[in-house]
């Protein structure tokens, strides 16, 4: 058994005995902006890495399975989405592959720290290449406020692109703010948001939905996919259907790494255990 | 970032530069066996865990994944599978997923390490719930050489339930092996071998399903699960079809807690990146 040592980045989840590790060859960068720890690495093996109060936000090597399924899903899904809110998503990542649909009119995206983007413009420039978009709108506020004073029927698509539900970010998590996201959505809106380890967070993601449910949208759907660099490796994203849940999706013509037609049926499929209602 | 102690067991995957820590709380069984080194720890979030050479064989948490995908998909593609021989697989959690199709009639298997099994028997129980079903036949003797001497059309089922590709197991890898597999399948017979991180090992799962086919079979087809435990988190099997592939599966109403109808489908979508021929 190796030991770690200073050159190994360690995310420990205490709540379930395990941590994953990623070997670092250098530090980019190090602040402490208005709301976290801000760290970007260089790794060995995961190209680079951005930290936010010491949780791993994203690597170069396998971002690209969570920003797709955040996004191609739920676009098509919606028959005609032209309005898009992105409530988080400093990274640029889910911009960029929103921005490949190019029957898109208008992505506002509301992103609480301006470093982050920062951050990801400068050592992660891949997923930022569409930021200059002229349909591109990049605001640097609070997601629920901004929400909360939206012009109700705004937006088609709702991305919660945000970290855990702790601090400041547990407002995302909340009734409340699914109302907020209800009011703001178009008639055949769709709202989607990370939701967290199937493994680890059953009860969240379920109690998630509930939530979603009571805020008034018709219907949920979880999306499952794997995700290397989160905990279990395993990650769910949550669909929330203003009208029916569409029947079926439009199949688009986008360059992905990921997602296809065929994934994002399996996305769909549930786990026997989190059919039951047994934890 | 908090440091790793002796209180966890890290496995390191040098060549990714990544590794994966459990926390322990106490050592149940430490042996050198004729072919590996045995470990069986009680952790504090994954239940009881079995190393072979320093390797996570599986944990009490999340091995019902990789058990059930490594069983019931084949099984259920099938038409009428009666015999099935299991090579490796000395924890006996394929065997019991095995057995509980009811129209199974005698399953083989043949693991080298026979103290696997006394361990999986002493500490994983519930593995072995049905090593003593009179429809089931234990071995310890190589797989290899079994398979090689076997009746030719003897098993509709052959299940490789490996470690990685290194040393002694390098030979369940091998072309010669894949060909006295088909050689010991019955006219619809199936192969199935656990085949890497899709994330990882793209190019290893390629080659072995090039294998596969230049041994004779008609067919591959990727299965892609989740594995909490294994490198990357996402893990993979290779199917392999002595006849045409079946265009359809049997539902079958056994307990799971992940496989089900829809799991069946959607493990066989194939990522974007699969697809694609560069790396």
Redesign the interface.
Known sequence: ????TEK???E?YP?????????LSEKLHEEQTDWQKLEVYQ????GRLMLLD?CIMLTSR?NF?YHEMMTHPVLCMHPAPENVLIIGGGDCGCLREVLKHRAIKHVQQVELDGRVTWASEKYFPELCASNNDPRAELSFTDGVSFIEQAESGRYDIIIVDSVDPVGQATRLYDKEFYRACFNGLSNHGILVAQSES??FHKNLIQSMQSRMADAGFKGTTTL?F????YP???WSASMAFKADRPSNHRSVDIE?????N??H?????????M?NTDK
């Open positions: 058994m190796k030991l770690m190994w980045f360690t420990i709540d379930e005995g395990c941590a994953l590790s990623l070997e790794t060995t093996g995961f010491g396998d399975i199937p493994l499952f794997p995700q290397c660099t279990s490796g395993w992905t790494k990921y997602y296809n065929a994934i049926l399996a996305a769909q499929a549930m786990p026997q255990f059919l």
